[in-house]
């Protein structure tokens, strides 16, 4: 069982990734755009942003169905919740501002920072 939950977490890691890179990609490629005042929320943002935060607690519910197979090491879930609001509001800005055109320079900054930062929290602690 533990060697199915660990191709079930590589398999969301990948997933996660892709999400992760759909959103700051998307960021990066709109701020060209906000000098030019049409900046937007693009559909790789919306899509990106939901996998990210969707693979993110998959990953938990594997690690924790590790944890009580016997594996794995001890989550840390003060940093798990932080990354989860953060996750969150980044979805909440994408969804409520999808349809806004343009984007103001803020909104987009808050959603490129915010993403880069949970990217920062999972390295660094």
């Avoid at 892709?18 to 709109?30: E, I």
């Avoid at 049409?38 to 996998?51: F, K, N, S, Y």
């Amino acid at each position: 069982m533990l060697e199915l939950a660990g191709i079930i977490k590589s398999f969301l890691v990948v997933l996660h990734l892709v999400g992760m890179a759909a959103l700051l990609g998307g960021f990066l490629v709109q701020i060209k755009a906000l000098r030019a005042k049409t900046a937007e929320i693009l559909p790789a943002m919306i899509h990106g942003a939901w996998t990210a935060l969707i693979t993110g607690l998959l990953l938990v519910g594997v690690r924790e169905w590790e944890l009580a197979m016997g594996g794995g090491y001890d989550l840390d879930h003060s940093k798990i919740a932080i990354k989860t609001v953060i996750a969150l509001i980044v979805v909440i800005l994408v969804m409520l501002k999808r349809k806004q055109r343009p984007v103001s320079g803020s909104v987009l900054g808050s959603i490129g920072g915010l993403t880069f930062l949970n990217v920062v929290l999972a390295v660094f602690w």
